[in-house]
């Protein structure tokens, strides 16, 4: 009989586990609040209650090779970095050429999941949901996938900001900031200086009066144009990656910050952390530093108060007449239809094993799906959560006795609190490639690449030293794809594609008269030396030196 798996939510990683669960020939069914798939990257005009939110003009910050699901390239002709509305035709084309929806039930909110009474036996879960018209079911499934991501309640700390109740502007969450407009020739503050705040600041302060930037510990300020202006994701291959993980921290972080402070001058523009390069979750943003230079920006420290329409910051100085505050505080995740004893979450800290897993039920049923901030796309790293997770439901791959599972989790998050600033944004942290590689060794699928420099060298030197596409994980074992290795090698043409717009021809070459004039100058450099005894004298009358110089010239 096959096995049900009921999916939580139609965004990408959603769409992973439907696709995932059919490769494996598992039978999901999708439960979708809303009417339509995309989750994060569906903009709506209104933000809708535990619901992720974007504003209209949102760009994701990694590159369209990186992002992608493993065995179905984004179009060539799709821009590296893609707006909001293409990510949402990206999906929908996945989802058609997969026939994803008819697994989707849309409208349909999922109120309770929870064991059945047998489920130390069976592993089964019931679920209870209502649709749009109010009519509850209780369905019964072998396993479950979670996949509801981190973006839906904001995060937002008015009990740090004394006087916020006596402000008599605006103030809102990120995740409530739809479009400019409404705030031309305005002042606005934008708390925090992560990408939404970098992002908003940019967008709002080429209409408002002043926009201030306030800043607790400042940021690193990636750009999303990398060395000869290619994305700056492709540049991380595997070699460097490497090279990263034996190099002592410090010298890592070293040479990243000096990078960056050639671009510009991360102490001059105020926005240098105390903190290191790789201790924090990196912000990207490519106008910030014209936005501040050209004095429509200006960062600010934390702030110590408000009163009335002014705003008071930690250095002293005071603001006037306000209008707008927006707190770019970040997201509080959990999962209020699991009873707490499945799966805990407490100051954003969840414990799972690979952040996948539960490490302590009875049965590995249930599955957290894209639960992580990567550094990197999360698109790909969903989708290799949920081709292990639905190998796990198959008894295909077995989970490690729990005190290994336990002692995994207890590495991970020692290793997460030695390497970054304490932050609420800092407990799910993973690295792109060293987490995929991880995922891939259990699933089975990690390239094998001295194999490869024997039986394919071509390929294994794209796979060393090329960036670490997704395809990779396509290569070999379970849901190999026969066109990875196609994909992999025509990368760098989808590349270039979108950026062809226009005839670009070479100039054409021209006679050089590089050589004629060194010959010249060597001539002139051997009379001078020959008749060094009598140059004063010639140098009073070149007319002879010209002559004795047309001497040693051959006739033509």
């Given at each position: 009989?096959?096995?049900?798996?009921?999916?939580?939510?139609?965004?990408?990683?959603?769409?992973?586990?439907?696709?995932?669960?059919?490769?494996?020939?598992l039978?999901?069914?999708?439960?979708?609040?809303s009417?339509?798939?995309?989750?994060?990257?569906?903009?709506k005009?209104?933000?809708?209650a535990?619901?992720?939110?974007?504003?209209?003009s949102?760009?994701?910050?990694?590159s369209k090779e990186?992002?992608?699901?493993s065995d179905?390239?984004i179009?060539?002709h799709f821009?590296?970095?893609?707006?909001?509305?293409?990510?949402?035709d990206y999906?929908r084309m996945?989802?058609?050429?997969?026939?994803?929806?008819r697994?989707?039930?849309?409208?349909?909110?999922?109120?309770?999941?929870?064991?059945?009474?047998?489920?130390?036996?069976?592993?089964?879960?019931?679920?209870?949901?209502e649709?749009?018209?109010?009519?509850?079911?209780k369905?019964?499934?072998?396993?479950?996938?979670?996949?509801?991501?981190h973006?839906?309640?904001?995060?937002?700390?008015?009990?740090?900001?004394?006087?916020?109740?006596?402000?008599?502007?605006?103030?809102?969450?990120?995740?409530d900031?739809?479009?400019f407009?409404?705030?031309?020739?305005k002042?606005?503050v934008?708390?925090?200086?992560?990408?939404?705040?970098?992002?908003?600041?940019?967008?709002?302060s080429r209409?408002?009066?002043?926009?201030?930037?306030?800043t607790?510990?400042?940021?690193?300020i990636?750009?999303r144009?990398?060395?000869?202006?290619l994305?700056?994701d492709?540049?991380f291959?595997?070699v460097?990656n490497?090279?990263?993980k034996?190099?002592?921290?410090?010298?890592s972080?070293?040479?990243?910050?000096?990078?960056?402070?050639?671009?510009?001058?991360?102490r001059?523009?105020?926005?240098k952390?105390?903190?290191r390069?790789?201790?924090q979750?990196?912000?990207?943003?490519?106008e910030?530093?014209?936005?501040?230079?050209?004095?429509t920006v200006q960062v600010k420290?934390?702030?110590?108060?408000?009163?009335?329409?002014?705003?008071?910051f930690?250095d002293g100085?005071?603001v006037?007449?306000?209008?707008?505050?927006v707190?770019?505080?970040?997201y509080?995740?959990?999962?209020?239809?699991?009873?707490?004893?499945?799966?805990s979450v407490?100051?954003n800290?969840a414990?799972?094993?690979?952040?996948?897993?539960p490490?302590?039920?009875?049965?590995?049923?249930?599955?957290i799906?894209?639960?992580?901030?990567?550094?990197?796309?999360?698109?790909?790293?969903?989708?290799m959560?949920?081709?292990?997770?639905?190998?796990?439901?198959?008894?295909?791959i077995?989970?490690?006795?729990?005190?290994?599972?336990?002692k995994?989790?207890q590495?991970?998050?020692?290793?997460?609190?030695?390497?970054y600033?304490?932050?609420?944004?800092h407990t799910?942290?993973?690295?792109?490639?060293?987490?995929?590689?991880?995922m891939?060794?259990?699933l089975?699928?990690?390239?094998?690449?001295?194999?490869?420099?024997l039986?394919d060298?071509?390929?294994?030197?794209?796979?060393?030293?090329?960036p670490?596409?997704p395809?990779?994980?396509?290569l070999?074992?379970?849901?190999?794809?026969?066109?990875?290795?196609?994909?992999i090698?025509t990368?760098?043409?989808?590349?270039?594609?979108?950026?062809?717009?226009?005839?670009?021809?070479?100039?054409?070459?021209?006679a050089?008269?590089?050589?004629p004039?060194?010959l010249s100058?060597?001539?002139?450099?051997?009379?001078?030396?020959m008749n060094?005894?009598?140059l004063p004298?010639?140098?009073?009358?070149?007319?002879?030196?010209?002559?004795?110089?047309r001497?040693?010239?051959?006739?033509?």
């Amino acid at each position: 009989m096959t096995r049900r798996v009921a999916v939580v939510g139609a965004g990408s990683s959603g769409l992973a586990c439907i696709k995932c669960c059919l490769d494996e020939g598992l039978e999901p069914v999708c439960f979708e609040s809303s009417d339509d798939i995309g989750g994060l990257w569906r903009f709506k005009e209104s933000p809708e209650a535990d619901r992720a939110s974007i504003y209209h003009s949102v760009i994701i910050n990694t590159s369209k090779e990186m992002m992608c699901f493993s065995d179905y390239p984004i179009p060539a002709h799709f821009p590296n970095f893609m707006h909001n509305s293409l990510i949402m035709d990206y999906f929908r084309m996945y989802a058609d050429h997969f026939q994803l929806t008819r697994h989707i039930r849309f409208n349909t909110r999922v109120l309770q999941v929870k064991q059945r009474s047998d489920f130390s036996r069976s592993g089964q879960w019931d679920v209870e949901t209502e649709n749009k018209d109010g009519k509850k079911e209780k369905h019964i499934f072998d396993a479950v996938m979670i996949c509801i991501g981190h973006h839906c309640h904001p995060n937002l700390p008015l009990q740090d900001f004394p006087g916020i109740d006596s402000f008599t502007g605006k103030y809102f969450h990120s995740r409530d900031y739809k479009a400019f407009e409404e705030w031309r020739n305005k002042k606005v503050v934008v708390i925090g200086i992560g990408n939404s705040g970098g992002d908003i600041a940019v967008e709002l302060s080429r209409v408002t009066k002043q926009l201030y930037l306030s800043t607790r510990r400042g940021a690193w300020i990636l750009n999303r144009v990398g060395d000869n202006g290619l994305p700056l994701d492709l540049l991380f291959n595997r070699v460097v990656n490497f090279a990263w993980k034996i190099l002592p921290f410090g010298v890592s972080c070293d040479m990243g910050e000096s990078r960056l402070n050639q671009r510009f001058n991360h102490r001059l523009y105020n926005l240098k952390p105390t903190h290191r390069l790789f201790s924090q979750h990196p912000t990207v943003n490519d106008e910030l530093p014209n936005r501040i230079l050209s004095g429509t920006v200006q960062v600010k420290p934390n702030i110590r108060r408000f009163q009335g329409s002014s705003v008071e910051f930690d250095d002293g100085s005071v603001v006037e007449d306000v209008d707008l505050v927006v707190f770019a505080t970040g997201y509080r995740f959990s999962f209020p239809f699991l009873a707490s004893h499945v799966v805990s979450v407490s100051d954003n800290k969840a414990a799972l094993y690979k952040y996948v897993f539960p490490p302590e039920l009875d049965r590995p049923t249930l599955a957290i799906i894209g639960l992580v901030q990567p550094l990197g796309a999360i698109m790909p790293i969903s989708e290799m959560q949920a081709r292990w997770a639905t190998r796990v439901f198959k008894g295909c791959i077995k989970l490690p006795p729990v005190a290994a599972m336990l002692k995994d989790l207890q590495c991970k998050q020692e290793a997460m609190a030695k390497r970054y600033v304490p932050s609420q944004r800092h407990t799910i942290q993973v690295d792109y490639i060293n987490y995929m590689d991880e995922m891939a060794e259990l699933l089975g699928v990690r390239p094998g690449i001295l194999k490869l420099l024997l039986t394919d060298p071509r390929l294994a030197l794209n796979v060393l030293f090329g960036p670490v596409t997704p395809y990779q994980y396509r290569l070999r074992g379970p849901g190999k794809w026969d066109g990875a290795r196609q994909a992999i090698l025509t990368q760098w043409e989808r590349v270039a594609r979108p950026m062809q717009t226009r005839p670009c021809e070479e100039p054409k070459d021209k006679a050089s008269c590089k050589w004629p004039v060194v010959l010249s100058a060597a001539v002139v450099g051997l009379a001078a030396y020959m008749n060094r005894n009598s140059l004063p004298d010639l140098l009073q009358d070149p007319t002879q030196l010209w002559a004795r110089i047309r001497v040693s010239l051959p006739a033509f």
